[in-house]
């Protein structure tokens, strides 16, 4: 299938991929084991300037949008989608960064990012806040030059191992969801501590941790926009970022749809290969095409984001829905050709399987992305 | 510090298929890649340069039109330079005047300090053509070097790696290193060096522009003649031992005992 690629996104593609098959896939496992944060990988995204390509490049990136991160990420995900988490969460904590920043705050933190040097991450989640956002109680009290911040972050990705955390907390809590503020709060700042790493199902590379502010006092200069903003960055944020999730989602697809047509080849009964019998031809070829209108879908997105336009979040919403949803039934059905072997992990599709269940669940449950979705269909039929 | 690095593009195959007329390799539907002790050498060369801050890793191939792909990738990878040597003239060179040739092209680039080659090509193996340039040149040579402990722009000490262990090495610059995959752990493209190697002006040098004595360049120049290449015929023979293990290896001792003393 032709993408329509220009040049520089096929060499983005091909060098992700060749980073995927040679560097990623021989640790892959050994880290989805040991829960181990995979900085040696992140080191060769570094010097092979993938951490920038979504990145303006007058803060040092490669000047690319939502489709090159969407190509990369996918590529990279096709190797391990939690490894690839700790380069595509990089993007969501600094989406609020480019889309809100001041000039200061982009030549502060950007070229850090796009050199690889730094990771970032986005902290909106906390215990009782997730779907409802509405609900997250981290304050931020403005003293003179100075915000202090208070409170709990729940879940957050790349924490403990970023050094530059978006943070949405409330600065007015009487105003509800127009209370909250977006800031960029460093590591290493005083007040600013890091909980327990989760122990979970899947994607098991990627740090998982709460983010806890006692009494974290920052500078005023590091809110973005202005106060009250928080979750309109928050929401503008998920918008440019679902691709990514879509295109994680999408990478651990493809790469369980390849490992289930190889292993179909070879995996003898009856004396002859399984991918011999219809049934297994029709699973095989049911996850294709899921896979690849998923990967139609993303890449129309992305591009549809790239060209400014402004209504993104049905359609981003959509992606991300759609590809998570393949993503769940085809990584099963992969499971299921594998047989008794699919279930065991000496063979890499149940943790394939364990990878895409996330994607159905954050940045937005797929219940969320739905509402989402019919809220703009009302929307428009209406205008 | 300025470093050159000699490559050659091979078959990507390590199951090489001869035509049995010609007596040379069947190169059709098999793809094309640097030679991988190559690579080793590229990344040393880039290495050096930054270790020494300053200074540029030319790359050198000679070969058709089509070796142009190897010297992009080693441009991807953080070469500064690359340099064809192609001609109709240089068809049939064996590694004397595959040597002679890589020479002229050195002679003409001017200064350098170091040049570095993969121990051997992974088709030819014949670990030739490196020591030949350093002859041509009349400069030192040390071949299997594992690591490159210490380097000025005066000399060098390096680790030459041998069959017990390996032999510490120390040799006025400029110098030629052929060195093995022990070495290093070569570095991926990055994406900034694809997007130079694809626009980069890659010159090609000819016969006549190296001003290349015609006798010493091609078939003509070349000394060696392949006669055949063949699969040497399975070894035939032997005896399988059978039975308790101090029984079996009673019967071995004596067998040796007489192969070797009597």
């Not at chain 2, 009349?138 to 490159?148: A, F, G, R, S």
Request: aromatic residues 6%; glycine residues 10%.
């Amino acid at each position: 299938m032709d993408y329509l690629f220009t040049e520089e996104q096929k060499m983005i593609q091909d060098l992700c991929m060749q980073i995927a098959k040679e560097k990623i896939k021989p640790v892959a496992a050994h880290y989805d084991e040991t829960g181990e944060f995979a900085w040696d990988i992140i080191k060769v995204l570094a010097e092979s300037d993938i951490c920038g390509i979504y990145i303006p490049e007058e803060y040092g990136g490669m000047g690319g949008g939502i489709l090159e991160l969407a190509i990369a990420t996918e590529a990279l995900s096709w190797g391990c989608g939690g490894i690839s988490l700790g380069f595509a969460a990089t993007g969501l904590g600094t989406f609020p960064i480019i889309l809100f920043g001041n000039e200061e705050q982009k030549n502060k933190y950007l070229p850090d990012i796009a050199s690889g040097k730094k990771l970032a991450a986005f902290a909106l989640t906390e215990a009782e806040a997730g779907s409802d956002a509405g609900g997250i109680k981290t304050t931020a009290r403005k003293e003179g030059d100075h915000y202090i911040l208070n409170g709990t972050k729940q879940w957050i990705t790349n924490g403990g191992e970023a050094e530059i955390y978006s943070v949405v907390a409330m600065t007015n809590k009487d105003k509800g969801p127009r209370g909250a503020s977006a800031f960029i709060v460093e590591k290493g700042t005083p007040g600013l501590f890091f909980g327990k790493k989760e122990n979970k199902m899947g994607i098991r590379s990627s740090s998982t941790r709460e983010v806890i502010f006692t009494d974290c006092k920052i500078p005023k200069e590091n809110l973005l926009g202005k106060e009250g903003l928080g979750f309109i960055v928050a929401m503008k944020t998920f918008d440019n970022s679902r691709p990514g999730v879509a295109a994680q989602a999408l990478g651990i697809a493809q790469r369980a749809l390849d490992e289930a047509v190889a292993y179909t080849h070879e995996r003898r009964q009856f004396g002859q290969a399984i991918s011999s019998f219809q049934g297994v031809q029709f699973m095989l070829a049911d996850m294709a095409t899921s896979i690849e209108a998923s990967r139609g879908l993303i890449y129309s997105a992305a591009r549809m984001i790239d060209s400014g336009a402004k209504n993104i979040a049905k359609v981003s919403a959509m992606c991300k829905l759609y590809a998570s949803d393949v993503a769940m039934r085809v990584t099963t059905d992969a499971v299921q050709l594998f047989g008794g072997y699919g279930y065991m992990k000496e063979y890499p599709v149940e943790k394939l399987m364990r990878d895409a269940k996330i994607t159905q669940i954050y940045e937005g449950t797929n219940q969320i992305q739905r509402g989402v979705i019919a809220s703009a269909l009302i929307k428009e039929g209406l205008a | 510090m300025n470093i050159i690095v000699l490559i050659k593009q091979v078959p990507e195959t390590t199951d090489v298929k001869i035509d049995p007329v010609t007596n040379t390799l069947k190169r059709e539907g098999v793809q094309s890649i640097i030679n991988p002790f190559d690579v080793y050498a590229i990344e040393e060369g880039i290495r050096l340069r930054e270790r020494a801050g300053a200074g540029k890793v030319t790359v050198i191939t000679m070969g058709p039109p089509q070796a142009l792909e190897a010297l992009r990738e080693a441009v991807s990878m953080g070469c500064d330079d690359a340099i064809l040597l192609s001609d109709r003239k240089f068809a049939g060179s064996d590694t004397w005047a595959t040597s002679y040739t890589l020479s002229k092209a050195i002679k003409k680039l001017g200064k350098f300090d170091v040049i570095i080659c993969g121990k051997q090509a992974s088709d030819g193996d014949t670990a030739q053509v490196g020591p030949g340039v350093s002859t041509h040149l009349d400069i030192p040579q040390v071949t299997y070097v594992k690591k490159i402990e210490e380097i000025t722009i005066e000399k060098a000490r390096v680790e030459r790696m041998t069959e017990e262990g390996y032999d510490i090495m120390e040799t006025p610059l400029p110098a030629l290193f052929t060195v093995v995959k022990e070495i290093n752990v070569p570095r991926l493209p990055s994406l900034k060096g694809k997007m130079r190697a694809k626009k980069i002006e890659i010159p090609v040098w000819t016969a006549e522009s190296l001003e290349c004595d015609g006798k010493k360049i091609g078939l003509d120049g070349s000394p060696t003649r392949v006669m055949k290449v063949f699969t040497p015929a399975p070894r035939e023979g032997g005896e399988m031992l059978s039975g308790e293990p101090e029984e079996v290896a009673k019967k071995l001792v004596g067998l040796l005992r007489d192969a070797v003393l009597g």
